[in-house]
């Protein structure tokens, strides 16, 4: 008891403060998502993902390769297809937009970890995250489609693929069909508790993804259960996931928390870009010191309970940390 306990003690310097500190973000655990669109040359950047852009492969190979240079850990792939359509043809094609990057970004920088994105929202031309029919997501109708574009995602070179529609009984599917195909090595880090976010919003702009009727909240979790979460990351990991994701990070701690104290397997966060966006904005009104603001995000996501944190600051947080 005070006076002779004073916390202050170790708080005086900033060497005593880094001496005992519990938790430290590193670079390895970083996860940079990349956007990759058609043609050659093109960068365009992101409205709303300040220092975010799609690429076309090209210099999606030269970004990976920079990103990797910084010692990140690993990028997660979306893909922007020249088209799209009711089938989500491009999801599971094999000359697709995230395959040909993936067997590109493979060549440049072979070590480099390749996480995938498996979800049809990118490639449907109504936005939804499965197969449409009368206005509904058709659940089972699209597993097979999930399932497929796994299995081109694990053969055109990923290491990992991230199912992340929030379908029943994907995980399932998926690891039944990358097993069939000989892809038993290939792990599914499953967005298990996924909810409809807000915060997702700029990264609708950056993939195009945003649904054309309804939202996802027939799908993804409703922001109001917790302990319906853990049921998500529960039958995930029966049904053969070897790792799971929290989203978004910040507005889901509790939960990051809760499935870290359940669960024995690595557990990656997703520092979504309504999280990002709002520190870049404010920012850049001078409101708040951006890479203060950015390092303790990414912090309190690791106190929380994560392994990996999937975040637009991966390259500049190698720079900062
Ligand atoms: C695809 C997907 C989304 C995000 C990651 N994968 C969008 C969504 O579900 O609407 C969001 C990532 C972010 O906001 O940074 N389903």
């Not at 004073?6 to 938790?23: C, K, P, S, Y």
């Amino acid at each position: 008891m005070f006076p002779v306990t004073r916390l202050r003690r170790f708080r005086r310097t900033a060497a005593l403060r880094d001496l005992v500190r519990e938790t430290r973000v590193d670079v390895r655990d970083l996860v940079f998502p990349l956007f990759a669109c058609p043609g050659s040359g093109v960068e365009g950047p992101l409205e709303g993902l300040d220092g975010i852009a799609q690429r076309s492969v090209d210099r999606l190979c030269d970004e990976a390769e920079e990103v990797h240079a910084l010692g990140v850990g690993a990028v997660l792939l979306f893909g922007i297809p020249e088209e799209k359509d009711e089938a989500a043809t491009g999801a599971y094609d094999d000359d697709g937009i995230v395959q040909q990057a993936l067997r590109a970004v493979r060549e440049r920088v072979p070590e480099f970890v390749l996480l995938t994105d498996v979800c049809l929202c990118e490639y449907t031309s109504h936005g939804h995250c499965g197969v449409v029919d009368e206005g509904e997501v058709v659940n089972d109708l699209s597993l097979e489609l999930l399932a497929r574009t796994a299995v081109s995602h694990a053969e055109a070179g990923a290491d990992a693929v991230c199912p992340s529609d929030m379908m029943d009984g994907r995980v399932g599917a998926i690891r039944g069909a990358l097993d069939s195909e000989g892809f038993e090595h290939v792990p599914i880090v499953s967005y298990a508790a996924k909810y409809a976010s807000a915060f997702y919003g700029p990264f609708r702009e950056a993939a195009d993804s945003a649904p054309a009727f309804g939202d996802r909240r027939g799908y993804q979790l409703d922001p109001g259960n917790a302990r319906e979460a853990l049921r998500e990351c529960e039958l995930d990991l029966a049904e053969g996931a070897d790792a799971l994701m929290i989203k978004p990070a910040l507005p889901s701690l509790d939960v990051l928390a809760a499935a870290r104290a359940r669960f024995d397997v690595p557990i990656f966060a997703y520092n979504v870009s309504g999280e990002y966006a709002m520190v870049k904005a404010a920012a850049a009104r001078g409101w708040l010191d951006e890479r203060q603001a950015a390092v303790e995000s990414l912090t309190a996501i690791k106190r929380a309970g994560a392994d990996v944190i999937v975040t637009y600051w991966a390259k500049e947080a190698a720079r900062w940390l």
